[in-house]
């Protein structure tokens, strides 16, 4: 298909999916922005390598609804409720495309969502989206992760940091925890997981000054596809060496 004919393709509209897997609807005025949000990165796309993810029904589950289901507790306010005086801080490490803080940005407008990755193009399409959207809750950074959480303006200030399809696990805790707040949250996505990989990262979440408090799997709603989602807490400061270097978290994962 030539990405003139994707650029019109709506999204799929499935109200039912969004309740029964995520337990959170959203209303037209998300469903627009997520419209909005398909259209510009199709756009985009034909300029510079955005994803590879550009056919609406994939697009809807591999970076919409996935997104979404990794940060679904917060979505249904069991996390980080709406309404608290406080104002809440999410980070997305390697955002790439915008996945999955911009539409975590989408839906709950009134959490400051940070938009961080290494590709200049990447961050400046983000940013001008954002501002086209009128989303004045997200913020976007040009840096390396290692760099951000060595800096005393970001690190230990974020509610949450998320991370999917950024490398290791093991590395994006290195990245993810030092920006952490004491009793923060960091969220994972992975594909397939395994206990013996829990048990493991245990280890050197403890080193970063975390605990992993649930691992969830569930499978994707069209395709039946593999997921699963790591959920930790942050429980003590990370000792000051961390994040090592940039570069060294994975040329060396702890
Ligand atoms: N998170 C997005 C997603 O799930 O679709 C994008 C994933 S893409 C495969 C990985 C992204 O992480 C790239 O855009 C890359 O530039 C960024 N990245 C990798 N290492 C990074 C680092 N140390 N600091 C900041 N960004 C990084």
């Known amino acids: 298909m030539s990405q003139d004919s994707l650029q019109h393709s709506r999204l799929p509209d499935l109200p039912d999916i969004w309740h029964e897997t995520l337990g959170w ?6 469903l627009l922005e997520f419209q909005s949000l398909y259209d510009r990165i199709v756009d985009a796309n034909t300029q510079f390598n955005l994803t590879r993810i550009v056919e609406a029904e994939e697009f809807w589950e591999k970076h919409l609804w996935d997104s979404l289901r990794g ?3 917060v979505l249904r306010g069991e996390v980080f409720p709406e309404g608290d005086a406080e104002k809440y ?3 997305d490490i390697g955002t790439g495309a915008g996945f999955p803080g911009f539409p975590l940005a989408i839906a709950r407008p009134d959490i400051e969502v940070m938009l961080l990755d290494s590709t200049r193009k990447k961050v400046n399409f983000l940013q001008q989206l954002a501002e086209e959207l009128g989303m004045e809750n997200i913020k976007t950074m040009t840096a390396r992760a290692e760099k951000v959480g060595r800096q005393s303006c970001d690190r230990e200030s974020y509610d949450l940091a998320l991370a999917r399809a950024v490398g290791p696990a093991s590395v994006c805790l290195e990245y993810a925890l030092p920006l952490l707040k004491i009793g923060g949250m960091a969220i994972l996505y992975r594909g397939h997981w395994t206990e013996e990989e829990t048990e493991k990262l245990s280890t050197t979440a403890a080193q970063l000054g975390g605990v992993i408090s649930t691992v969830e799997a569930f499978t994707t709603p069209l395709t039946r596809g593999v997921r699963n989602c790591l959920y930790l807490s942050k ?3 990370t000792p000051a060496q961390f994040p090592r270097a940039v ?3 994975k040329q060396k994962p702890l």
């Open 25 to 30: 609807q959203p209303d037209a005025g998300h």
């Open 235 to 237: 429980i003590k400061p």
């Open 71 to 73: 940060v679904s507790c």
């Open 247 to 249: 570069g060294l978290p």
């Open 89 to 91: 801080r999410a980070i």
